[in-house]
Nanobody
């Protein structure tokens, strides 16, 4: 069974930087999974999670939602089964629970989420 665990959230001020980390365990094929970071904001349901950033299995293709382009950077270290989200110049609208997800074929595996709160 694939397990996904996030870490690195917290309470920060606008303009600060935070790095989120995600470790995937339970499989030896981490480098076959596409990875993504999703954000659930207060008042929204699970199905309304926003895809913030994704990275393909090899790390050479990334995607960012428009609101975070130029501020967030997704990366991965396949040797460590890790994926990261570097968040710079944070804004209050970035507040939410950030979830890491691993995707391969029909399967999606989610972590429990880590809270990021950005105060103005």
């Amino acid at each position: 069974q694939v397990q996904v665990e996030e870490s690195g959230g917290g309470l920060v001020q606008a303009g600060d930087s935070v790095m989120l980390s995600c470790v995937v365990s339970g499989r030896r094929t981490f480098d076959k999974y596409a990875m993504g970071w999703f954000r659930q904001v207060p008042g929204k349901e699970r199905e309304e999670r926003e895809c913030v950033a994704t990275i393909n299995y090899s790390g050479d293709t990334t995607y960012y939602t428009d609101s975070v382009k130029g501020r967030f950077t997704i990366s991965r270290d396949n040797a460590k089964n890790m994926v990261y989200l570097q968040m710079d110049n944070l804004e209050p609208d970035d507040t939410g629970v950030y979830y890491c997800a691993a995707h391969r074929g029909p399967n999606n595996y989610w972590g429990q989420g880590t809270q990021v709160t950005v105060s103005s």
